[in-house]
């Protein structure tokens, strides 16, 4: 019996438009990707952004109910990692972070021509099979 995955759209947008992507998505200097994005019921979630907010949210209630805390605070405090991942976006789907293959196959068909044009420098689909994804590493958990 096959598994079906759920799949994930994610942007690298370059320097020149990735504060602005996290700030105001919906600037004219962004709009053929936001008009594709609302096409597809969809919209962008700064990857930086939302650690930063699963760190807050862990300190808050707790740390010992989120499993990904370690890693993630390790990730936030990396400056490093933080100029990487503030210039990464993931596309969420009608609001879901993860959605059927065909939604994520139709915006890499939509978005594909954008890469390497000045604003998305780098496209990448992901699925939910555990053994495609990192997993945090003995010290981190």
């Known amino acids: 019996m096959s598994q079906e995955w759920d799949y994930q759209i994610r942007l690298t947008i370059s320097d020149d438009y990735a504060e602005l992507a996290r700030t105001d998505p919906q600037n004219t200097a962004l709009a053929p990707i936001a008009a594709i994005l609302a096409k597809h019921h969809a919209a962008l979630s700064n990857q930086f952004d939302a650690f930063v907010h699963y760190v807050a949210e862990a ?67 992901h699925d939910t099979n555990p053994a495609n994804n990192p997993q945090a590493p003995a010290h981190l958990r």
Request: positive net charge; aromatic residues 10%; without cysteine.
């Open 59 to 125: 300190e808050k209630q707790g740390v010992e109910r989120f499993p990904l805390y370690k890693w993630t605070k390790a990730t936030i405090e990396d400056p490093v990692k933080k100029a990487k991942h503030v210039k990464s976006f993931t596309i969420y789907v009608e609001g879901e972070e993860v959605y059927p293959k065909a939604a994520a196959d139709a915006l890499e068909a939509a978005l594909t021509p954008f890469v390497g044009g000045g604003v998305v420098e780098k496209l990448s689909k």
